[in-house]
């Protein structure tokens, strides 16, 4: 079965970076087929796609977020993560990562539970 574990700082300042690692098990994040995404939902709103890495490695960003944002992997220990530059507290969100076979999605096979996420000063 595949698992994912988000995990990162619950509290960011703003203007700082705010970086998250999603943990995969139970399959390698180079499996065929799958994006490996990250989503947010911030409080009162609806989930919102931020970017995905296929296994391939070629990176997908939201047009909304692209010049903050960044998608990397560790193969190594089967990683990947999610780096928001300059965030501001509107990033305040609940950020999730997820697995699947459709690009642009907020649906996903597989997800964590997600990591809550305060920008604050």
């Known amino acids: 079965q595949v698992q994912l574990q988000e995990s990162g700082p619950g509290l960011v300042k703003p203007s700082q970076t705010l970086s998250l690692t999603c943990t995969v098990s139970?399959?390698?994040?180079?499996?065929?087929?799958?994006?490996w995404s990250w989503i947010r939902q911030p409080p009162g709103k609806g989930l919102e796609w931020m970017g995905a890495?296929?296994?391939?490695?070629?990176?997908y960003y939201s047009p909304s977020l692209k010049s903050r944002t960044s998608i990397s992997r560790d193969r190594s220990k089967n990683q990947f993560t999610l780096q928001l530059r300059a965030v501001t507290p509107e990033d305040t969100a609940v950020y999730y990562c997820?697995?699947?076979?459709?690009?642009?999605?907020?649906?996903?096979?597989?997800r964590g539970q997600g990591t809550q996420v305060t920008v604050s000063s």
């Open positions: 890495m296929d296994s391939g490695g070629s990176i």
């Open positions: 139970g399959a390698p994040i180079t499996s065929n087929g799958y994006f």
């Open positions: 997820g697995a699947g076979k459709v690009l642009h999605t907020t649906i996903f096979d597989y």
